[in-house]
């Protein structure tokens, strides 16, 4: 993998597989020297994620991680949102078809877009250019909030900045996860301190989504899943 190393650089840190192997990657491998982390309440039911994620953050050392409270989100997506509304069931992985696999009931209108909107405005406000995400090439279904033409339109609108022209970075966008957890191992991600369950359970249910794709991924990279 061959990217331009930033001198600071914003990781938005759910707390998940993908988001936290991307820390550790800038931290451990790129050695950007200054890094901060931010993490988002936005009414999710795995909302128990953003402990993961300031527990990743410590250990990474950063220097300041930002965990922000946006319940209007989860307000705002309330009936168009499995993640988000208490009255709609997170679905199995085999309860989808085909169709809902493009854009399944576990997606959040625009929470992509809305989130690293509040990401670059810290961003500028630190004078830091670069804004991480850990979007992948999901294996079993797909947002279109993580996908190139969303990262190249996305930077073309904060391009119009005229003083600190952010940029958002997804390195892992063309990644299937086994390969983001092969990475991993490589640099030492402890993944037991992640969290992947849609449904936000005392434990994961391996039936959800996400579940399902991570157990999968992590079969594949050749290692116990730990979920």
């Not at 966008?173 to 086994?178: N, Q, V």
């Not at 969290?195 to 991924?217: F, H, I, L, N």
Request: one cysteine or more; aromatic letters at 8%; charged letters at 25%.
């Amino acid at each position: 993998m061959s990217v331009e190393r930033p001198e600071k650089a914003v990781v938005l840190l759910s707390g998940g597989v993908d988001s936290t192997t991307l820390l550790v990657y800038l931290s451990s491998r790129l050695r950007i020297p200054e890094i901060r982390a931010i993490s988002f309440r936005y009414g999710q039911k795995h909302v128990c994620e953003v402990a993961m994620a300031e527990w990743q953050a410590q250990e990474a050392g950063v220097k300041e991680h930002r965990i922000v409270d946006v319940p209007h989100v989860g307000a705002l997506t309330q009936g168009g949102s499995a993640l988000t509304d208490p009255s709609i069931e997170i679905p199995t992985l085999q309860q989808l078809s085909d169709a809902e696999k493009t854009q399944p009931p576990t997606y959040v209108p625009n929470r992509n877009m809305m989130l690293l909107s509040m990401a670059a405005a810290y961003a500028e406000s630190t004078q830091t250019e670069a804004v991480y995400y850990g979007a992948q090439a999901q294996d079993e279904y797909g947002y279109w909030d993580c996908t190139t033409d969303f990262l190249e339109r996305m930077n073309s609108t904060l391009a119009l900045n005229r003083k600190v022209a952010v940029r958002v970075v997804a390195p892992f966008m063309s990644w299937r996860k086994a390969d983001i957890i092969r990475l991993g191992d490589e640099l030492g991600v402890d993944y037991a301190h992640t969290w992947t369950c849609y449904r936000g359970g005392d434990q994961s249910c391996g039936t959800c989504p996400s579940c399902v794709e991570r157990e999968r991924a992590f079969v594949e990279a050749r290692r116990e899943p730990t979920i």
